[in-house]
């Protein structure tokens, strides 16, 4: 096993900051360094969760630590503050989205009549120009004030971004065009930009770029607008997980019953859970027998038997007989809260994908700053007046903006997106489809994944002489009155075997051991081999035989006995899907290796992974390990992990990509960054390959949108851009991101579309 060395963590206290204002990461990054500044301080700040994390010294004030956020020009709360109102804090994070949807709705109605207008010559009435500067002034000065705002931010630390180059670009744009209007002759009635796509020298005060300004922020708007709303579902995971716990529950006091908050439950107090309801806290059983359906968090099929002593787990469902529990852990020291805090931490700790635009910007906004300097100097320096010489630097400033840059993330993503949607994969965001690219390594749940996570009838095995129908009927009828998983799995498959079941009489649920009762005059046991034992009925060689085979292979074995005599074994298993195997083929097509990580038993998962075709199999691990499974196998890799359950939600949060079974929890699905709708495991292979090719469709487009653009950069050095040059430019670069964009739409899946 390969180790990681790393830097000591300082004792201390963990500190966790909300953080608001930072557009993309190197906002974050910026951040991080500040506090990292402070004595004693170790932080990370994560874009995406929107969040601070701070290892500092035993009683340090939190307030220094905002204060210094504050300072760099964000804002900073504790989340404690937020939660005490959570419906507060929802309604704060809805008004951001409100405000940016109500900022691109606005500038998109402006801005269209003034590209329309800029563009086409029959749009061009005798005052055209002053209402473009009306509709397009809102535009450029409120549409496009989260940049201008992130951009001074970005100038007072020496940094430049997207935000820059955009600020810089619609700036200059309208500065020059107010010039031209007020100054110049494009003030003129009856100016018009007729459509030529000549190269000549023009002075510039004939000249309006606003469609450029008004067009570059309506569609950068569009982008942040998709890429904001796909970031507020990182904090849902934990929110989810805490809702799956019970609202309130009925405590016993003095003997009687009161039902109370849960928030009121406290350590030591008895609780009552009846049939069907889910176990309000931790605890251990003080009275009663029951099975408890753990599957919402153990991701298992096979309810657990609890009695008296025995521990029971919050949020888990009692299946049988009522229960009397004892609290032993509440509120944050649940086992679901800490499931909600490894989902959290999980997500924080995730690498931060740097968007590519921002880094392209990095280098391209200064050296385009550079080159504009270079140009003014220049044509100052060879005698040519100040205003032609302004009008080339200028023009460059206008020119290096290109509006598809706008497009070339959201248009792809879109088209992407749509095509994932209509095959059953749903992608939340574009920082998604970075983790795609690497990944070398897929861990897959084995329950409800690779599986059906139902229990099924798999086999019957009958004592010498005995019919199988025969077996089936008086077993299926028994089961049938009984509620337990397993038991409605026979009895289903003996119905659709069978036909109809009769009713027992004098039915009883051993608890623990099975049931028992009379069916059409037999009297019928149907359980575990120690129910047989206690009426004196002893397997047959040949049926303990079958039984201890099905149980060495993980499955469970149900003996069946009437009249006093064993007469035959059901083995019920949780079935392989179908499609399994062929899924896992089509990912070791795509370089990756499948591994399977199950908290069942060693035999039980090496079957099913022979079935499928998997050759590694990590088995027996408890819910809260798999995070740390994930961990140790991303020292040697890039991992994808798939899951359906509540304890796969740490796990999915942690590995580099996320994929949730969409028949599986809302907890995994939220804590996912893939969702595969159909439950169809061959859809894993889909969603990465989707992925894959939306991510080089996305570089393409980016690559596209700076290359028109930067080749107009020396026209306009030499003065030879002209408005519809600009304009052209703007749209054939938009054009094109658009085309390359909707060639996702022949995507093909792997698995049949119904």
């Known amino acids: 096993m390969s180790t990681v060395t ?17 557009t993309c990461a190197s906002c974050a990054n910026r951040i991080e360094k500040k506090l990292n500044r402070l004595d004693g301080v170790t932080a990370t700040v994560n874009y995406a969760t929107e969040k601070a994390r701070v290892k500092a010294p035993e009683g340090f004030d939190p307030s220094a630590l905002i204060s210094e956020v504050e300072k760099t020009g964000y804002s900073a709360s504790l989340p404690q503050a937020r939660r005490e109102d959570a419906e507060g804090g929802d309604e704060a994070e809805d008004r951001e989205v409100v405000e940016l949807r109500t900022r691109l709705i606005v500038s998109s109605l402006l801005a269209i009549p003034v590209i329309l207008m800029s563009m086409i010559e029959a749009f061009q009435f005798e005052y055209w120009q002053w209402a473009s500067l009306t509709l397009a002034a809102p535009v450029i000065v409120w549409g496009a004030f989260p940049f201008h705002r992130a951009t001074w931010l970005n100038l007072r630390h020496g940094t430049a971004t997207m935000d820059t180059l955009i600020s810089v670009g619609t700036t200059s744009a309208f500065l020059w065009s107010l010039y031209a209007l007020f100054l110049g002759t494009a003030g003129e009635p009856g100016m018009t930009h007729p459509f030529e796509l000549t190269v000549a020298p023009s002075d510039g005060a004939s000249n309006i770029y606003l469609e450029v300004a008004a067009g570059v922020t309506m569609f950068i708007l569009a982008g942040r607008y998709f890429e904001l709303r796909s970031k507020r579902r990182a904090s849902s995971a934990m929110r989810a997980l805490l809702e799956l716990g019970a609202k309130d529950v009925v405590v ?116 385009v700053i550079a080159i504009a300097a270079g140009t003014l100097g220049a044509w100052l320096g060879a005698g040519f007046p100040v205003e032609a010489a302004f009008t080339a630097a200028v023009a460059v400033l206008i020119i290096a903006c290109p509006c598809a840059l706008g497009l070339a ?117 149907v359980g575990r081999e120690s129910l047989l034992a206690e009426w004196s009925q002893h397997l047959p060689d040949g049926l303990a035989e079958a039984k201890a085979s099905a149980e060495s292979e993980g499955r469970t074995a149900i003996a069946v006995s009437w009249d006093g005599e064993p007469r035959g074994i059901l083995v019920v298993a949780d079935t392989v899907k179908p499609t399994s195997a062929e899924a896992i083929a089509q990912m070791k097509e795509l370089g990756l290796k499948p591994i399977l990580l199950t908290g069942d038993n060693e035999a039980a998962a090496r079957q099913v992974a022979g079935q499928v075709g998997i050759d590694e199999v990590i088995a027996e691990v408890l819910p809260g390990d798999k995070v740390d499974v994930v961990r140790r196998l991303q020292k040697d890799g890039v ?85 519809m040059l600009a304009g052209a430019a703007m749209a054939f670069s938009s054009v094109f991101v658009v085309g390359n964009s909707l060639r996702l739409r022949s995507f093909k899946s792997r698995v049949p579309e119904k």
Do not use: C
């Not at 038997?305 to 919050?314: A, F, I, L, S």
């Not at 959201?410 to 992608?427: D, E, N, Q, S, Y």
């Not at 992925?691 to 020396?714: D, E, H, M, Q, V």
């Open 639 to 723: 991992v994808a992990m798939v899951g359906d359950g509540v304890n796969d939600a740490p796990a999915l949060a942690q590995a580099d990509l996320g994929l949730a079974m969409g028949t599986g929890t809302d907890v995994a699905i939220e804590a996912a960054d893939i969702t595969l709708v159909r439950g169809d495991l061959r859809s894993a292979g889909d969603a990465i390959r989707l992925s894959r090719k939306t991510l080089g469709t996305i570089k393409t487009n980016l690559f596209w949108a700076f290359a028109y653009n930067t080749a107009a950069i020396p026209l306009a050095a030499l003065g030879l851009l002209n408005p």
């Open 252 to 367: 016993l006091r003095d003997g009687e019953e009161t039902r109370i908050r849960i928030e009121d439950l406290a350590v030591g107090d008895e609780f009552v859970v009846r049939p069907g309801e889910k176990i309000a806290t931790d605890g251990v059983v003080v009275a009663g027998n029951s099975a408890v359906d753990a599957s919402m968090l153990t991701g298992e099929p096979v309810p657990v038997e609890v009695g008296e002593g025995d521990p029971v787990t919050g949020a888990t469902v009692n299946a049988g007989g009522r229960l009397v529990v004892r609290a032993t852990r509440v509120g944050a020291d649940t086992q679901l809260a800490q499931m909600a805090k490894m989902v959290e931490d999980a997500q924080s700790g995730k690498a931060e994908v740097q968007r590519l635009a921002d880094r392209i910007s990095g280098v391209f906004v200064p050296v």
């Open 6 to 22: 790393s830097r000591p963590e300082p004792a201390g206290e963990d500190i966790e900051l909300e953080i608001g204002g930072m």
């Open 409 to 525: 993330t959201p248009t792809a993503l879109l088209v992407g997106t749509g095509r994932g949607a209509r095959m059953g994969v749903l992608i939340k965001g574009p920082e998604v489809l970075e983790s795609t690219r690497k990944v070398d390594t897929v861990v897959l749940d084995k329950t409800g994944t690779v599986t059906t996570g139902r229990m099924s009838l798999v086999d019957v095995i009958t004592a010498e002489g005995t019919d199988r129908g025969r077996l089936l009927a008086l077993a299926g009828a028994l089961e049938n009155a009984s509620e337990h998983p397993i038991a409605q799995a026979i009895a289903k498959a003996a119905a659709e075997e069978t036909g109809a079941l009769a009713t027992p009489e004098g039915f009883a649920n051993i608890e623990g051991k099975g049931v028992q009762g009379v069916v059409e005059g037999h009297a019928v046991l």
